[in-house]
C-alpha cells in the first residue's frame, strides 16, 4: 500500500470532456506537487499548492489541496490530445529528510 | 543549460554484471536524488545526497550504491544486476529538500 494513493490509475477520454484526478492520504503534508510526465521524458512540476484548502488554477487545469493537507486534486476542463500522460502527485514534509513520496500516477489518454 | 542529463539511455546487462548510472546538473543543486520508476509504482527514492560528498539511503537502496564525488555528479552503481533491477532510473536534483525536483530524461535499463 503506497502512502499516496492515485485515482484513477488509468483514464481514456474524449476531446473535450472534464475530468478529476484523486490524491489521497492518511498522513498530512506540508504541501503537495503535481507533476506531468510525458513518454520517455522525466516529470515536469506543474503546481506546488502549500495551504490547506488552496485553490490554484493553470489555464483549464484546477488544482486543489485539501483541507487537512492529506488529499489534493486536478480537475481539467475541456481536454485536449497536448494533455496526454502520467499525472504525478508527490507530498512533502511527512518524513526525516522531507523526501518526496510519489503516488503511483495516472495515466491519461485524451482521444482527438 | 541543459538542465539534468542522464547516461545512457538504455542498457541491457545480464544478470550478475555491472553497471554505473551517470547523472549530471548544471543547476549548482545541492540536493540529487536517484529514483526507479515500475509500472503503477509511481517513483520510488533509491539513495540522495544533500550535498557534495554526502549519500544517503531512500526507501529501496538494497542492491544499489551511490557517490557524490563533485556537487554536479551523482552517481548510481550496480554491483551485481538482478532481473529485479529492470526498471526506469531517474536523476533529479532540487534547490533544497520539499522543493520543486528537476529530473533527467530517465535510463531504461533491461537486466536479462
Known amino acids: 500500500t503506497q502512502l499516496l494513493e492515485q485515482s484513477p490509475q488509468f483514464l481514456s477520454i474524449q476531446e473535450g470532456e472534464n475530468l478529476t484526478v484523486y490524491c489521497n492520504s492518511s498522513s498530512v503534508f506540508s504541501s503537495l506537487q503535481w507533476y506531468r510526465q510525458e513518454p520517455g521524458e522525466g516529470p515536469v512540476l506543474l503546481v506546488t499548492?502549500?495551504?490547506?484548502?488552496e485553490v490554484k488554477k493553470l489555464k483549464r487545469l484546477t488544482f486543489q489541496f485539501g483541507d487537512a493537507r492529506k488529499d489534493s486534486s486536478l480537475h481539467i476542463t475541456a481536454a485536449q490530445p497536448g494533455d496526454t500522460g502520467l499525472y504525478l502527485c508527490a507530498g512533502a514534509g511527512n518524513n526525516a529528510g522531507n523526501m518526496l513520496t510519489f503516488g503511483g500516477g495516472t495515466r491519461l489518454m485524451v482521444k482527438p | 543549460n541543459a538542465g539534468v542529463t542522464q547516461t545512457p539511455k538504455f542498457r541491457v546487462l545480464k544478470t550478475g554484471q555491472s553497471m554505473t548510472l551517470l547523472c549530471a546538473q548544471d543547476?549548482?543543486?545541492?540536493?540529487m536524488y536517484w529514483y526507479r520508476q515500475d509500472p503503477g509504482m509511481g517513483l520510488r527514492l533509491i539513495h540522495y545526497s544533500v550535498g557534495e560528498g554526502t549519500t544517503a539511503k531512500g526507501e529501496v537502496p538494497d542492491g544499489y550504491n551511490v557517490s557524490r564525488l563533485k556537487k554536479q555528479n551523482f552517481l548510481l552503481g550496480l554491483e551485481s544486476a538482478a532481473p529485479s533491477q529492470t526498471s526506469v532510473y531517474f536523476c533529479a536534483s532540487s534547490y533544497h529538500s520539499g522543493l520543486e525536483q528537476f529530473f533527467g530524461p530517465g535510463t531504461r535499463l533491461t537486466v536479462l
Open positions: 499548492v502549500v495551504t490547506g484548502g
Open positions: 543547476m549548482n543543486h545541492e540536493y
